[in-house]
Nanobody
């Protein structure tokens, strides 16, 4: 049974940090790009950051470039999103997703996600 389980969301002040984790099981991670997607209030779900197999290639949407860092530990079947210098516009539900293939940039699209986690809420507010 495929499962993606996110953790680490919560309330954080602007300028603060948060680390999201996603534990994957039930499929072979080697064949998948893993990523984080978010649904901000009133907006469509978007790809925030994705990482290819082995962690070598990454993609970040422009708004988080330089502030967020994605990493994956295939030995632990886990993908992380380190969020630094968070801003109110980072607020939303963050979903972990798995996309078949290897090109992190080309695959970081919600429409391509094969497996989804249940989501974790991130709220940036003072």
């Amino acid at each position: 049974q495929v499962q993606l389980v996110e953790s680490g969301g919560g309330l954080v002040q602007p300028g603060g940090s948060l680390r999201l984790s996603c534990a994957a099981s039930g499929f072979t991670l080697d064949y998948y790009v893993l990523g984080w997607f978010r649904r901000a209030p009133g907006k469509l779900r978007e790809g925030v950051s994705c990482v290819g197999s082995g962690g070598g290639r990454t993609y970040y949407t422009d708004s988080v470039e330089g502030r967020f860092t994605i990493s994956r530990d295939d030995a632990r079947n886990t993908v992380y999103l380190q969020m630094n210098d968070v801003k109110p516009e980072d607020t939303g539900v963050y979903y972990c997703g798995a996309v078949a293939g290897q090109n992190a940039e080309a695959k970081c699209l919600p429409s391509l996600v094969r497996f989804w986690g249940q989501g974790t809420q991130v709220t940036v507010s003072s």
